[in-house]
């Protein structure tokens, strides 16, 4: 299980990465350019994925902690009224539904918000050296 965790976290790693390269690489991140300029290109990159990882992250963070299970429930209750095979009255309490989704929930991953909040800080970095250049 330990080793399954440590290799979700290195690929979503490396999707990280290969990410801000590639929109680093639309706003001419170039080897064969001067460091001014890949700063500023690596700003922009980094940025972009930053800011979405960040938004990513504190959903899949919140979600994890059972903040919409009333919408999830509000959903299951219109569906099960709306079926003609069950009756209202055989519906799941929300105090039932929410004790059996407790049950099953994981602990929160902040690893993508981890990876987002460190491009932000790599898109700092790289904004601070392309000023001071």
Do not use: H
Not at 86 to 109: I, M, W
């Amino acid at each position: 299980m330990q080793n399954k965790a440590k290799i979700g976290k290195l690929i979503t790693a490396v999707v990280t990465a290969v990410f801000v390269y590639l929109i680093s690489r639309t706003r001419g991140f170039d080897f064969s350019f001067p460091l001014k300029a890949n700063l500023r290109a690596l700003s922009d990159g980094a940025f972009v994925i930053g800011l979405l990882l960040t938004g990513f992250g504190i959903l899949t963070v919140i979600s994890r902690t059972g903040f919409f299970d009333i919408f999830n429930y509000a959903f299951y209750s219109l569906i099960t009224l709306f079926t003609a095979l069950r009756k209202p009255e055989d519906t799941v309490r929300y105090y039932d539904y929410k004790q059996k989704k407790a049950e099953r929930r994981k602990s929160p991953a902040f690893f993508i918000l981890y990876c987002g909040i460190a491009c932000i800080a790599i898109s700092g970095l790289s904004l601070w050296g392309y000023y001071s250049l």
